[in-house]
Structures are given as C-alpha cells and as structure tokens.
C-alpha cells in the first residue's frame, strides 16, 4: 500500500512538472482578471489515485495563466472526504510558483465522500469574501453518491456564488444539472479522465466571463487632467481601443482618440476644473465583441498659482522669494511687493510668467520684512499670497571676507582684506611687535585704528610668528575679526 501510493506521488509529480512546461499564457489571460475562486476537489476513496491525479494536473493547467493575488485572481482548495480538508485558504498564494508547488503537494484524502459537510465548510468561507468581486465555487468530483447538496448549492448561488462542475462520465448527472449555475453548456462538463484536457480552454473561458474585470476607473485627478486605467483585453496586433469623453456642461464636447491593443490607461489632459464628464472605452477587434467600458468623473477645482511661497538664500541685503505652482499658460505676469514692518516704502517687482522666483536685493540687516506675490492669470482672476522674511544681523563674518599677509623684508608684511563697507565705521588692526634686549627679546602688543576705507597696510618690525588680526569697528563697538600668523624668518607668509 506504501510502495503504491509513493508511487502515485511520483507519478503526480510528474504529470504537474510536465504540464508546467508545456502550458503556454495566453496574452488575453494574464492580468484580466478579478475574482476568488474555490476549488472543491473529490478527495473521497471512490476515486482511484490515477484519478486523483489527473484531477490535480488537469486545475494545475486550467488555472496556470491567470495573475493570482488580492486585486487579481484569488485560489483555495477545500477537499471533499469523511471530514472536509482546507488544503488552502483564498490569501495564501500570490504567485503561480506558490501555487503551482502547492497543488504538487496535494495529498488524497480517501474515506467516504461526504460534499455536504465539505459545502458548509464553502458557506463559510465565501460568505468572508470580498462582496465586490465575482466568487465561483469549481466542483471537481466523479459524482458518484454526491449526497443531498440540492438545499446547500441553492443557499451558495443565493449568495451571489457562481457554481460550476466538473465530472468523470459516470457520475450523477441529474444532481449535477441541479447544483450548477446556468448556462449548462458552458458550467457543466463530464468528460473521460483520459481526455480531460480537451475541456481546458472552454472552461477557462467560462471562468474568465465571470470574473473578467471589465471596469474604467480614475486613478488620478487634477483640475485640468484624468489617468484611466482598465484591465487589457487585448494584445498587440489583436485590435485597438477607442477612447472618447464629454463634458456635461458644453455640448458637442466629445474628443476620441485611438489607442493600440496592448494600452492599459490613458492620461486625458486639457479639461475644464470643476466640471463634470463621462468617459467611454471602446476594445475593437476581429476576434470577438466587447463591452463598451464607461465611467463618470468630476474635475478639481481650479487650482491657481501661487499656492505656495517659500523663502530661501537669506542674509544680511538680500532674500530670495519663490512660488508655485508655474503656470505660464495661464499667467500673464506676476508681481512681487515688499516693504519693512510696520510701515516703510514698498517694492515693486513685474516679472513674467516663466519666472517663479527672484532675488530682493538693498535689504536693511536684522530687519522685518512683508512679501506679497501676486498672479495676474488670463481669464482675469487675480491671486495673492503673503509672508513675513527677516534679513539676517550683520556679523564679522560677513564684513570680513579674507585676509592675506605677503613678506616684504625680513620682518616686514602687506596685509590686505576684503570687506563689505556697509555699517562699518572702521577696522582694528593688531599685532605682535619685536622688543629686542641685550640678553633676551620680549614682543608686545601693538594696535592701530583704520578708517572704513582701507584695505590694507604695511607693518614692520613683526615678532617672529606675529598673530596679525583685523577687526570690524561698528558704532556698537568692536566685532569679531579675522588673524593670520607671519611667519617672517621665511619669504612667505600664512
């Protein structure tokens, strides 16, 4: 008994591999798809392993092209013996390797066939399911001694459940007839084992019409534009799309365009805001007819710049404005007003469509200032947005850009800056002077003050290492300044 159903195993897993590699994706499969499928696979002892296994293969192909997870197509397996088995719930598998590996797995049950306690098991778990989506109940059985499921396969398609069968030639046809959701010709098959596949495609088909997401949706929205996106029913070189709007407020408004067949979403642009329109999807091709897709959107209120101003490169004389957003199709020109706060003369700056931002420049430091941006738009609306800028303290930093010592003689310097001028009443300049004694030298310190205008002197007599050090003079008082070392017993300095 061990040694024959290893064998089976084997067997199974055999037949599964082989299919895999065989079974190629149909372009139109892929991605069509939303719904929740649940498999109710005879697992009973009146199925032979043989069987069994041809049951397996044959759900492993007929399920092998869909796009399996949560938005797309969702599979579990409940199997039917004495007692109910859920092999699979309807959340585990996203992917068709996981899928695939575990209907490789799959074990029979044997023991009587019990479908009514394996149908209750159904209830429960479809009546979980996502109400907004298609749900099928695929009944794979032989359909000997099936039981009393007249009264439970009535509840199911009750709620919403599509039920669909599959059975080996002797079955119960009657109780079968009973049990499916019409039409038969395309939900009920009794087929020879050995010739099963030969009904792979047209149940496939008949999944695919009832769970087929055939819906056009906005994913996004603006005042002016809309992106559409549907599940393709189509493929390259198979047909086309013919996409075409309207507004509800202008009549003879309709705009069309042609999409290729392997489009999934279109970006509609050049819309009215806060307006109303109803867009239809057209799939034309050769091959079958398709349903005309609709769907109603409404626009966003118009959205006009400026929305947002914002502040940057700030300092002492100068601030940077920007805003957004740029709209120079829909701006005439922009204006830019400052002035100090409380009160003090106001700026005026005309700029043009392409700009969003400026440099104000002449500013006074450590002051307040209020800055308005203003939009002239075409249709005549005006907007306006304001924010309070403070200019920067002026620091000796800032005054003080650089200072620069070059060897004239031995102990001899030029010392040169480079300054802002503004508000400064002079410069402090120190410096280490030589005192040279019979047995020993001494340096002492020396200072000089220097009007706003200069830029430099010559020192001499410089200590070996001086620190030579220059300082802003405000009419606050003296500010941080800048040293530099003179080496003197060389040509250079630093």
């Known amino acids: 008994m061990k040694k024959s159903f290893l064998l089976s195993c084997v067997l199974l897993w055999a037949i599964l591999r082989r299919a895999n590699m065989q079974v190629s994706l149909p372009a139109t499969v892929i991605n069509c798809c939303e719904g929740d499928i649940l498999l109710l696979l005879d697992s009973s002892g009146s199925i032979a392993n043989y069987e069994f296994s041809r049951l397996l293969q044959f759900t492993a192909e007929l399920l092998h092209p869909f796009t399996l997870g949560r938005g797309h197509v969702r599979v579990g397996l409940l199997q039917v013996g004495t007692q109910p088995n859920l092999e699979f719930s309807l959340d585990v598998h996203s992917t068709q390797e996981s899928l695939q590996k575990a209907l490789r797995r799959v074990n029979q049950l044997q023991g009587d066939t019990n479908t009514e306690a394996a149908l209750r098991v159904a209830q429960q778990l479809l009546s979980k399911m996502e109400n907004n989506v298609p749900k099928i109940l695929l009944w794979l059985t032989d359909g000997v001694q099936p039981g009393d499921v007249d009264e439970l396969m009535t509840e199911l398609k009750a709620q919403g459940v599509y039920v669909l069968a599959v059975s080996t030639v ?194 006074d430091p450590g002051t307040q200032y209020l800055v308005t941006v203003s939009a002239l738009h075409v249709n005549g ?43 400064l009443k002079g410069y402090w300049l120190s410096w280490e002077r030589d005192s040279l004694h019979s047995f020993y030298w001494k340096p002492s310190i020396s200072s000089v003050y220097l009007p706003p205008t200069s830029r430099g002197t010559q020192l001499t007599h410089l200590a070996p290492s001086s620190r030579v050090c220059v300082s802003p003079v405000y009419s606050s008082g003296q500010g941080d300044g800048i040293c530099c070392t003179a080496e003197t017993h060389i040509g250079w300095l630093s």
Not at 392 to 411: G, H, I, K, M, P
Request: aromatic share 6%; glycine share 4%; charged share 20%.
């Open 170 to 363: 002797h079955g119960n046809y009657q109780v079968l007839q009973r049990a499916i959701t019409s039409p038969l010709e395309s939900h009920l098959y009794s087929v020879d084992i050995d010739n099963i596949e030969i009904i792979t495609e047209d149940l496939r088909e008949a999944i695919i019409e009832i769970i087929r997401a055939e819906r056009l949706r906005v994913v996004h929205l603006t005042s002016s534009s809309a992106v559409l996106q549907w599940r393709p029913v189509l493929s390259t070189g198979d047909g086309y799309y013919e996409l075409y709007y309207i507004s509800e407020l202008i009549s003879d408004s309709e705009t069309r365009h042609i999409l290729p067949g392997d489009s999934s979403w279109a970006e509609i642009i050049n819309l009215q805001p806060d307006t109303s329109y109803k867009a239809f999807l057209r799939p034309e091709s050769n091959q079958r007819l398709f349903t005309t897709l609709s769907v109603s959107f409404h626009t966003l209120p118009d959205v006009l710049s400026p929305v947002v101003v914002s502040l940057s490169d700030s300092g002492p004389h100068q601030i940077r404005v920007s805003w957004g957003p740029l709209q120079p199709a829909r701006v005439l020109r922009y204006v830019v007003e400052y002035g100090t706060i409380p009160s003090g003369p106001i700026q005026t700056l005309v700029l043009n469509s392409q700009q969003n931002s400026t440099l104000l420049t002449g500013l």
């Open 381 to 423: 609306k005006e907007r306006a947005m304001s924010v309070k800028a403070c200019t920067q303290e002026e620091t000796a930093l800032q005054a003080l850009v650089d200072l620069q010592l070059t060897s004239v003689d031995l102990q001899e310097v030029n010392v040169a800056w480079q300054a802002h001028q503004d508000g």
